[in-house]
């Protein structure tokens, strides 16, 4: 089934959405799925399935999940590599083979790719939810691999509407209601 990687995904992003809800749990809601939003690995997808565990309606978290995810963006894009390059230099250890890490997986295989085909690359890149992938990696990958910013920002935000689309239907039951719809129609 196609849906079945979009549904893995989703359900590891929702184990660690809901452990930082609850972590969260003093703020306000909107700032707990801004936040969410906001960290690298959960993004997009982790806010929104924190708001649908909020209860908060789908419009506006749909704001605030773009807002949150949307912050860091340019930051990255324009600061990555000299923050990589200071890290590799540092002398503290484990920061040095992070950013050794980062990097090669930054311009690893899947890299290359997003370089082959530069905007659609980095578009499906960032708008298909599946682990690995999102604004963060798919802004470092750009970053680290002298994507134009003409062509990288632009993708990147289509993508993270397109994965706000997927996102949405999955937290919000969307994709449920769409089979219900379709079971009537054809029987």
């Known amino acids: 089934m196609t849906l079945f990687p979009l549904l893995f995904a989703a359900g590891g992003t929702e184990e660690l959405a809901r452990k930082l809800t609850s972590m969260l749990g003093g703020l306000p809601p909107l700032a707990v799925i801004f936040i969410i939003s906001m960290i690298p690995v959960l993004e997009l997808r982790g806010g929104l399935l924190a708001a649908a565990l909020l209860d908060i309606p789908m419009w506006t978290a749909i704001g605030f999940c773009i807002l949150g995810n ?21 002398k503290i250890g484990f920061l040095r083979k992070f950013a050794l890490w980062l990097k090669a997986r930054a311009t690893g295989k899947k890299a ?76």
């Open 112 to 187: 290359q790719t997003i370089r082959q085909y530069e905007f659609i690359g980095l578009l499906l890149f960032v708008g298909i939810p599946l682990p690995g992938t999102g604004a963060w990696t798919g802004s470092m990958i750009a970053a680290l691999l002298h994507v134009s910013r003409k062509k990288s920002v632009p993708a990147i935000f289509l993508g993270l509407i397109m994965a706000t689309v997927i996102m949405s239907l999955i937290s919000y039951g969307g994709l449920s209601a769409i089979a219900k719809l379709i079971t009537k129609l054809f029987s």
């Open 70 to 90: 949307i912050l860091p963006i340019p930051f990255i894009l324009l600061f990555i590599e000299k923050l990589l390059s200071w890290a590799e230099q540092c």
